[in-house]
């Protein structure tokens, strides 16, 4: 089966319901060579996975480069991809002892440039803040998001890891509707499902894309008695349905009238293909109740 697109109405495009995550490209244990990330290119676009989640901190600040590395070397993609990235964090080295925030518009503007040249592609899908600023000031913020979709450079913007608060702060003097807001969201960190993140997304039409979808992998080894307890429920229902725990835990996924959109973290091929099967097994109401019970330790009230 092959993973669907999810629109986004307001902004008319879409992206793969599945993302794949450019966090951990640097660590795969078969290397990083442009044959590798190819592989896996081709992997997630044979499984109708377009959409490919970057940042600008990933691997030291090389992950695009080692990704744009492949889209020189096979330019027939940039019509095949999309590609989201993520700017705002400065992390302490040579020229800056602390770490940071910068939001400013020179330093989104520089961040931008940086990635179109590293990722070897003329537009960027989607940027988002990466972190919320504490001095961030949301007239200078929306003034360049405006600027640089003028300029053509990109087309639509988000933020990452926003508060209702401060999602709503930005929205308010934004001309254009931001475009998501990507939250970690997983069986062990529930907290978007009843602080307002996933309410405002189903206000403004939007789809929150989710990062750490499998916990950090704690969905493969459990550690504390209540991840063993809900890997334990997840593996009794993919008994039931006769597929594999990470398929049942992104089927939860899908159940959210959000839309929310899982990144895939995961440098194995197999896991992407294993992940793609999801759309198959849908769960019922009182399944993903029972997942959600199990791993908040408590029944709703």
């Not at 889209?71 to 019509?79: A, G, M, N, S």
């Not at 080894?221 to 334990?232: G, H, N």
């Not at 899982?262 to 997942?291: H, K, M």
């Amino acid at each position: 089966m092959m993973v669907p697109q999810i629109e986004f109405p307001k902004h008319k495009f879409s992206i793969s319901r599945l993302v794949y995550g450019i966090w951990r490209l640097h660590e795969d244990k078969e290397g990083n060579s442009p044959e590798r990330i190819l592989k896996k290119i081709e992997t997630c676009l044979n499984l109708g996975i377009d959409t490919f989640d970057h940042a600008d901190i990933y691997g030291d600040f090389e992950n695009e480069e080692l990704f744009g590395n492949v889209i020189k070397k096979h330019p027939h993609l940039k019509d095949k991809i999309k590609i989201i990235t993520k700017c705002g964090i400065q992390v302490p080295g040579n020229k800056f002892p602390t770490k940071h925030y910068n939001t400013t518009k020179e330093h989104i503007r520089y961040s931008v440039e940086r990635s179109l040249r590293k990722l070897q592609v003329d537009h960027l899908d989607v940027v988002l803040i990466h972190r919320p600023d504490p001095l961030m000031d949301p007239y200078e913020i929306a003034e360049i998001f405006e600027t640089l979709i003028k300029e053509g450079k990109v087309n639509h913007f988000g933020v990452s890891n926003f508060s209702p608060s401060q999602f709503q702060m930005l929205q308010t003097v934004y001309q254009k509707l931001l475009f998501t807001n990507q939250v970690e969201f997983h069986p062990f960190h529930t907290e978007s499902l009843f602080d307002g993140t996933f309410d405002q997304a189903l206000e403004h039409k939007i789809h929150p894309m989710i990062w750490s979808p499998t916990g950090g992998g704690r969905i493969f080894s459990p550690k504390s008695e209540r991840e063993v307890a809900t890997v334990s429920k997840l593996k009794e229902i993919a008994k039931e349905h006769g597929c594999s725990v990470d398929q049942i835990l992104y089927s939860w996924f899908l159940n959210h009238p959000a839309g929310l959109v899982p990144i895939l973290g995961t440098n194995d091929p197999g896991r992407i293909q294993s992940a793609a099967e999801c759309f198959s097994y849908p769960l019922t109401r009182v399944e993903w109740f029972s997942i959600l019970e199990v791993a908040r330790g408590k029944e709703v009230a």
